[in-house]
T-cell receptor, first 114, second 113 residues
Framework: AQKITQTQPGMFVQEKEAVTLDCTYD???????LFWYKQPSSGEMIFLIY??????QNATEGRYSLNFQKARKSANLVISASQLGDSAMYFC???????????FGKGTLLTVNP | DTAVSQTPKYLVTQMGNDKSIKCEQN?????MYWYKQDSKKFLKIMFS???????INETVPNRFSPKSPDKAHLNLHINSLELGDSAVYFC????????????FGPGTRLTVL
């Protein structure tokens, strides 16, 4: 069975500082993908970043980077230079190689303080 | 240009009624999904269609029936609505490869009274 764990129900960060949101996963499948989504208070789900299990380098997308530690089965999201608009719920999700579905963690509510 | 659209955005109805939620994507994707987000924000897959064929059917009451008239549309019909069906329902779509990102619609907030 595949499982995603986000241990931080809530996080606070000062504007312009960096923040790391934790995500650990559990799968026995060697081929998998890890995704992060952002859900602001308006409710939509916004894709942020993707990391494949065979990717050699950590994924980066603008201010978002993924700290992928395969041996530890962790895929933490790093947001640099936080902005007020980053305040939202963040979900980590996993998709196994041949399986279409995304399995989500419970999410982390990030609040950026001015 | 809306990539994945859902209608309606809000749906308020009485217990026992039948309702439908429509989803359309203009991304040319082959695979579409329905997810349910409960009151604690937990997201769980319900169904997935690939080229109009059902490929994922999670443990969902058979009061829920997805229908895909073509690969750009995936509708969700719910019979005999119950209080516990109140949730936000998200439609999503993606290409076939495992690395393909799933793009979500805006969600439909269903409230059963």
């Amino acid at each position: 069975a595949q499982k995603i764990t986000q241990t931080q129900p809530g996080m606070f960060v000062q504007e312009k500082e960096a923040v790391t949101l934790d995500c650990t996963y559990d799968t026995s499948d060697p081929s998998y993908g890890l995704f992060w989504y952002k859900q602001p208070s308006s409710g939509e789900m916004i894709f942020l970043i993707y990391q494949g299990s065979y990717d050699q380098q950590n994924a980066t997308e603008g201010r978002y980077s993924l700290n992928f530690q395969k041996a530890r089965k962790s895929a933490n999201l790093v947001i640099s230079a936080s902005q007020l608009g980053d305040s939202a719920m963040y979900f980590c999700a996993m998709r196994r190689g041949s399986n279409y579905k995304l399995t989500f963690g419970k999410g982390t509510l990030l609040t950026v303080n001015p | 240009d809306t990539a994945v659209s859902q209608t309606p955005k809000y749906l308020v109805t009485q217990m026992g009624n039948d309702k439908s939620i429509k989803c359309e994507q203009n991304l040319g994707h082959d695979t579409m999904y329905w997810y349910k987000q409960d009151s604690k924000k937990f997201l769980k897959i319900m169904f997935s269609y690939n080229n109009k064929e059902l490929i994922i059917n999670e443990t969902v009451p058979n009061r829920f029936s997805p229908k895909s008239p073509d690969k750009a549309h995936l509708n969700l019909h719910i019979n005999s609505l119950e209080l516990g069906d109140s949730a936000v329902y998200f439609c999503a779509s993606s290409q076939v490869p495992a690395s393909a990102t799933q793009y979500f619609g805006p969600g439909t907030r269903l409230t059963v009274l």
